[in-house]
């Protein structure tokens, strides 16, 4: 065990319990099936404990996806910042809400993994900048308006289920 497994079993001590179940029953030769049953519990959770890498695999996915997701909007709100123009390296595209009381979550939160619905609903209230004029509309030295955003969307005219399907392509 290492110092982060230590801290989990003493944090988690009921998960770790179900976990070390679940691994002396797969030891002995019960499938998964036979685990939930003995232990009254969903297949669906045996297989998660018994599948060491699933974080791992989710992590991944995750990370995928909303690179893939940032890709796409960048390039449905015209591929660059609305003030500057700059284009240069996405990682330095963020997306800012032009009215901070109708902002749900932050769209580039770290291993925030929100359903595509609401990631859209979002989409449409902000705006793309580079951080240079991200951090000048902070400071108060840059002001920006929503319409100027509606309007590189609406004249782009694209599809977002066909741009998402390329990006997903291409990642």
């Known amino acids: 065990m290492n110092l982060k497994e230590d801290v989990a079993r003493e944090r988690f001590p009921e998960a770790w319990e179900k976990r070390d179940k679940i691994l002396s029953f797969k030891s002995h030769g019960y499938s998964a099936a036979e685990i939930a049953a ?3 519990m969903s297949i669906h959770t045996v297989k998660y404990h018994l599948s060491g890498n699933v974080r791992k695999q989710n992590k991944a996915y ?3 996806r909303r690179k893939v997701y940032k ?3 960048i390039e449905l709100s015209g591929g ?3 003030n500057c123009g700059y284009s240069k390296h996405p990682c330095s595209l963020e997306f800012h809400h032009v009215d901070e009381s109708t902002k749900n979550f932050a769209m580039s939160a770290n291993g925030a993994t929100p359903s595509d619905k609401k990631l859209w609903e979002e989409f449409h209230k902000v705006i793309l900048l580079c951080r240079n004029c991200h951090c000048e509309v902070h400071q108060g030295d840059l002001s920006v308006d929503m319409t100027v ?3 590189i969307r609406e004249n782009l005219n694209l599809d977002r289920d066909s741009v998402l399907l ?3 392509a291409v990642l």
């Open 38 to 40: 003995k232990l009254e």
């Open 62 to 64: 995750n990370q995928k």
């Open 71 to 73: 890709m796409a909007m």
């Open 80 to 82: 660059g910042c609305v």
């Open 149 to 151: 955003q509606i309007n």
């Open 166 to 168: 390329k990006w997903k």
